[in-house]
């Protein structure tokens, strides 16, 4: 690609993502949390996507389509985690032979490592109900601390027999060179790229509660 992805956890990375607008969906008061306990992710209805910086000036764009995990919420942050697996095969940015390229040796090697990964535990609470856990991404057998930033978007009208369902967003951002994605790593960014993450992921979840927490 050219990308680091082109690259993520938008989750976890964790957590988070797909509802964007449930209709009838209650609103979440800030710096809240769903109500403690385990919850898996909702695969259909959690989206993956990313940005990654093309030839300097442009910006490539994708998703990956295949996205497992469980949140656990506590009542004490400190003891909330997050699980989260992404099949790195399931990358799409639209175009079928970049998609290729990206599964292969020189970005995510899919056939080698098939999947990445993104763990935490504990989280701590910002302005505007923005809460930070500072987990760790592990994508080609490396794994660096990447901070995924997310928010409770709230919980779905209760439905008779169904499990409580959540939904969150988050968001987070790294540079795909510490993962080894390095091909071409100048032409994409430049001589003197400018200091910082290069990739950027987000990351909108429902997932459905399973088991309360004490």
Known sequence: MATLASALLTTTLLAMTGWGGMAG???????????????????????????????????VRGRFDKVAGTIIVAKDPAACSLDVT????????????????????????????????????????????VWTMDGSLTIRGVTKVVPLRFTFRGTAPAQAGKPARVAFHGSASTKRGLFGMTRDLLDELGASPA??????LEIDSEALASAPTK
Request: aromatic fraction near 10%; hydrophobic fraction near 35%; avoid cysteine.
């Open 25 to 59: 969906q209650a609103a979440a008061p800030a710096a809240t949390l769903p109500a403690p306990g385990t919850y898996g992710i909702d695969p259909p209805h959690t989206f993956a996507y990313f940005n990654a910086r093309h030839l300097v000036v442009g910006m």
């Open 86 to 129: 992404i099949e790195v095969a399931s990358i799409s940015t639209q175009n079928a032979a970049r998609d290729e390229d990206l599964r292969g040796p020189g970005y995510f090697d899919a056939k080698t490592f098939a999947t990445m990964t993104y763990r935490g535990h504990g989280i701590r609470r910002g302005p505007g109900g």
């Open 195 to 200: 200091p910082g993450p290069d990739v950027e």
